[in-house]
Antibody, heavy 121, light 110 residues
Framework: QVQLQESGPGLVKPSQTLSLTCTVSGGSISSGGDYWSWIRQHPEKGLEWIGYIYYTGSTYYNPSLKSRVTISVDTSKNQFSLELRSVTAADTAIYYC?????????????WGQGTLVTVSS | QSALTQPASVSGSPGQSITISCTGT?????????VSWYQQHPGKAPKLMIYEVSNRPSGVSIRFSGSKSGNTASLTISGLQVEDEADYYCSSYTSSSTLLFGTGTRVTVL
């Protein structure tokens, strides 16, 4: 059973960089056909797809966030990471990592529990 | 990219059937059979309920079914139960090789 766990600071100052890591257990991040995703949810709001990465390093990002986002993968640690630069209060959200088991077509069958990141000075 | 359009809320009595719509464009919902539906209970991560328009993952009740016509996908919950009360989100693959979520629908069991 694949499990995902987000980790990282729960509080980030405005203009700084938000950095989160997702650790995958129970399966290999190098499995063919799986894309590793980041999704966020603003308080009391809907889901927003941030982007995903294939184990080879290929990435796809939400156009609205693309200029500030980098997703990377470390296959040796079975982890993938999110960096969101120049954050503002509008980036306060619960951040989820998830496994897209449908070749990137949006079959998000496994999710982490989510981690709340607050942007505040 | 604008979010896919869902009704803000849908309600029904136990045992009834309800349908949630998810409207997009020919560049997302209408262009691909890659629509998924997720159920989210308060304080929990979303759970995949339907993928590729109408397929149910193992373990998901047969009371949940999906369909699509043109640019609109739909999720139907039959035999509504108290535990179905939750938020539901659709998602679609897009022509930009990205994913797009719906605005979300709160289902209330009366």
């Amino acid at each position: 059973q694949v499990q995902l766990q987000e980790s990282g600071p729960g509080l980030v100052k405005p203009s700084q960089t938000l950095s989160l890591t997702c650790t995958v257990s129970g399966g290999s991040i190098s499995s063919g056909g799986d894309y590793w995703s980041w999704i966020r949810q603003h308080p009391e709001k809907g889901l927003e797809w941030i982007g995903y990465i294939y184990y080879t390093g290929s990435t796809y990002y939400n156009p609205s966030l693309k200029s500030r986002v980098t997703i990377s993968v470390d296959t040796s640690k079975n982890q993938f990471s999110l960096e969101l630069r120049s954050v503002t209060a509008a980036d306060t959200a619960i951040y989820y990592c998830a496994r897209d088991q449908g070749d990137g077509y949006g079959i998000l069958g496994y999710w982490g529990q989510g981690t709340l990141v607050t942007v505040s000075s | 990219q604008s979010a896919l359009t869902q009704p803000a809320s849908v309600s029904g009595s136990p045992g009834q059937s309800i349908t949630i719509s998810c409207t997009g464009t020919s560049s997302d919902v209408g262009g691909y059979n890659y629509v998924s539906w997720y159920q989210q209970h308060p304080g929990k991560a979303p759970k995949l309920m339907i993928y590729e328009v109408s397929n149910r993952p193992s373990g998901v009740s047969i009371r949940f079914s999906g369909s699509k016509s043109g640019n609109t996908a739909s999720l139907t919950i039959s035999g509504l139960q108290v535990e179905d009360e939750a938020d539901y989100y659709c998602s679609s693959y897009t022509s930009s090789s990205t994913l797009l979520f719906g605005t979300g629908t709160r289902v209330t069991v009366l």
